[in-house]
């Protein structure tokens, strides 16, 4: 019973750790992403588990050897670093808010009464993260937005009476452009949005190996303009179509906010607008071809994935530029909330930084960049303490984007 105790209490406190300060190095990163993803975002359920097991422990057997007071010196170690580890989350919320009034004003709330719409309740969310449901809201599955089958389908989420002329959202999912699906990501947002009355809509794409760039990009494109088409018939207003995403589906939203309208993206829909009105990547991937010059970057241009995704006969750099956000700054860029992880073992933030730093420097729009202290990867999956202040404050973002464009009404009412 002790040893087993101890085994316990020495793997949280490497988790905890772990969390902290991820491992690292390619060779780690993938391990290090996912123990420290679900441990950082669950960390006050861990904890209180920790807790309990150290209590149940100490009242049973005391400290009468050596191997109790190891692993309850364990239990102290792991329950300080989840401590902090919540402590950092507890933080998001003030860091995202920071950087909207950074990049939009002290007053930036001022435009419209709903950007300061509170959400729904939080504690219902944190007790069971993974129920991700809300009975405000209804999922219209599997719309066929092109040929193709399922992977060229979306879901649209509205809320239940229907609002009309509302913003929509379009969510990409991310899993490195050769896996994922639109029912694994961006929940907690799209839920929050469409109880707002925004109109949301989730799409699958094709994956590689089998698709190679830029048939990712057309599919978005194409579910784009079928929202621009059809969106109405589920309460939405084609006028007003922000666009979001993670990771692999962080850099297909940049680069759809990027090459509005690039007619050779748009085979066989050259005169269909593909432009959006707003642009929330999170954690991207925004360098393909080395030019930021970090490590990290370079070890990912170099690998396997890049010729599984751009193809094996693409040439260098040229070909791995064009599928690059950083090579498609541009004046008129929509307004931009990029938001990135310092813990992230899978991207590096500085290449979230750069991006955000040079689209500044071109963009007439505003540019929000929000630094999560201690965030992993994905942090975002699934309701935490993190995830909802940071959703809270997309919404923010969102509601003023929306608001900034004058012939859009405000989501759920009718146009004047």
Not at 201 to 210: F, I
Not at 256 to 262: E, I, K, M, P
Not at 266 to 274: K, R, S
Not at 366 to 390: M, N, T
């Amino acid at each position: 019973m002790t040893r087993g105790f101890v085994l316990r209490q020495a793997v949280g406190a490497a988790l905890a750790a772990n969390a902290l300060r991820p491992l690292p190095g390619a060779p780690t990163s993938v391990v290090a992403f996912f123990s420290g993803w679900l441990t950082t975002e669950l960390a006050p359920h861990l904890l209180a588990v920790t807790a309990a097991d150290a209590a149940q422990h100490a009242a049973r057997h005391g400290t009468r050897t050596r191997s109790d007071r190891i692993g309850l010196a364990l239990a102290a170690a792991s329950a300080a670093g989840l401590a902090a580890v919540i402590a950092a989350g507890r933080g998001a919320g003030a860091e995202a808010e920071s950087a909207l009034v950074e990049a939009l004003g002290e007053n930036y709330t001022d435009r419209d009464s709903a950007i300061e719409h509170s959400g729904r309740p939080v504690w219902r969310q944190l007790l069971n993260p993974f129920w991700m449901r809300n009975e405000a809201v209804t999922r219209v599955r599997n719309l066929a937005y092109a040929p193709g089958g399922r992977r060229a389908r979306l879901d649209i989420y509205h809320r239940h009476d229907l609002p009309s002329k509302s913003p929509v959202l379009l969510q990409i999912h991310g899993g490195g452009w050769v896996i994922g699906n639109k029912d694994q990501q961006g929940l907690p947002l799209m839920l929050e949005m469409a109880s707002r009355g925004w109109v949301c809509a989730a799409v699958n794409y094709p994956l590689s190996p089998k698709a190679k760039w830029p048939e990712h990009l057309i599919a978005i494109k194409q579910a784009l303009a079928w929202l621009r088409e059809h969106v109405e018939e589920y309460g939405g207003n084609p006028d007003f179509i922000a666009v979001t995403g993670g990771s692999a589906g962080g850099h297909l939203a940049a680069m759809v906010g990027l090459t509005a309208n690039h007619s050779h993206l748009q085979p066989g829909f050259e005169d269909v607008d593909t432009s959006v009105q707003a642009c929330v990547p999170y954690y991207g991937v925004y360098d393909f071809a080395g030019d930021t010059g970090i490590k990290a970057v370079l070890q990912r241009v170099h690998s396997g994935l890049m010729p599984m995704v751009l193809g094996k006969q693409a040439t260098f750099p040229d070909d791995y530029r064009a599928a690059s956000p950083l090579a498609h700054l541009r004046a008129d860029a929509p307004p931009f909330f990029v938001i990135h992880g310092t813990s992230d073992s899978l991207i590096p933030v500085a290449e979230a930084r750069i991006f955000a730093d040079e689209l500044r420097q071109v963009s007439d729009n505003p540019v929000v960049y929000a630094e999560l202290k201690g965030a992993q990867h994905a942090f975002d999956v699934f309701p935490s303490i993190r995830s909802i202040s940071v959703t809270q404050a997309v919404g923010r973002f969102l509601e003023w984007s929306r608001s900034a464009t004058t012939d859009v009404p405000a989501a759920g009412t009718e146009s004047a």
